[in-house]
């Protein structure tokens, strides 16, 4: 299919984090200013809060909450109707959790998020873990060369981790909340550049939607890893995506080349949950 791109907004420092809520609000933070914001059709920005910190994902809930990962602060969520920020996640085993990345709910309201703060190729030390619907954190998994995107399929199942500088994408089976298996390649990206997966996102039909910072597009993997599409850009640091829109074809992306939020369509509708989760 011919991808068209309509350009939101542009110098959003650090964009990333995009998500919609249930009725519809679309948000996105700036990192580099602590921000979370609504941006609005016509490009408009509004602060909706200011963390102090450095926050890099977002997921909505279904009573219209935001749950934000941290690069300085963990897990955090926060209302958007009055702007309040509440701690969910700092530490674990006594210790502050490595600078929290993106996160991802299943449909029971655990919360699946990556800590990738201080990882690279030659410190492969980024970690992943789980907050289950009750409190309980647990750490799934560790040795990462920067953890990043992180996505859970439609029936549970099936947890993906994107690893940015190896180019690699992670399978593991859920076996319960919490409780991963079966650790596996799932998907390698194309290209030698610097770079590789930052967000990921399900469609309705189970292919894996994976933006590849610094390679100028997005990479689709069909539910066996098998490449399926790729979409080309017409920028070259794609962060992350999230899908929205009244049929739920949309696709939004924010970027680091112009520091902007842009649109197109998918074939498919995206996986969109708002889990009723405290």
């Known amino acids: 299919?011919?991808?068209?791109?309509?350009?939101?907004?542009?110098?959003?420092?650090?964009?990333?984090?995009?998500?919609?809520?249930?009725?519809?609000?679309?948000?996105?933070?700036?990192?580099?200013?602590?921000?979370?914001?609504?941006?609005?059709?016509?490009?408009?920005?509004?602060?909706v809060a200011n963390t102090g910190g450095i926050p890099a994902g977002l997921q909505a809930d279904a009573r219209g909450r935001l749950w934000l990962s941290d690069m300085k602060l963990g897990v955090l969520r926060i209302d958007p109707a009055d702007g309040s920020i509440h701690d969910v996640v700092r530490r674990f085993d006594g210790n502050p959790i490595r600078g929290c990345n993106d996160l991802a709910f299943d449909s029971r309201g655990n919360l699946y998020f990556t800590a990738p703060a201080g990882s690279n190729l030659e410190t492969r030390v980024g970690e992943v873990f789980c907050r289950t619907r009750d409190g309980t954190v647990t750490r799934l998994d560790g040795g990462f060369a920067f953890c990043n995107g992180i996505a859970v399929s439609a029936d549970d199942r099936t947890l993906t981790v994107a690893e940015t500088w190896p180019k690699k994408l992670w399978a593991y089976d859920i076996a319960a909340p919490g409780k991963v298996t079966n650790r596996r390649l799932f998907a390698t990206l194309s290209g030698d550049h610097m770079g590789g997966p930052d967000g990921l996102d399900f469609d309705v039909e189970g292919n894996l939607l994976a933006t590849n910072w610094g390679g100028r597009c997005i990479e689709v993997f069909d539910p066996r890893g098998k490449l399926a599409d790729r979409i080309d850009l017409p920028f070259d640091k794609p962060s992350?995506?999230?899908?929205?829109?009244?049929?739920?074809?949309?696709?939004?992306?924010?970027?680091?080349?112009?520091?902007?939020?842009?649109?197109?369509?998918?074939r498919h509708a995206g996986l969109m949950r708002f889990p009723d989760v405290d």
């Not at 068209?4 to 990192?31: L, M, W």
């Open 240 to 266: 992350n995506l999230h899908f929205g829109g009244t049929d739920g074809r949309d696709v939004w992306i924010t970027e680091h080349t112009h520091m902007g939020v842009w649109k197109t369509r998918w």
């Open 1 to 47: 299919m011919a991808f068209h791109f309509q350009k939101i907004a542009t110098d959003i420092p650090g964009s990333e984090g995009p998500v919609f809520d249930r009725a519809g609000t679309f948000y996105c933070v700036a990192p580099d200013c602590g921000q979370v914001l609504q941006l609005y059709a016509d490009g408009a920005l509004r602060e």
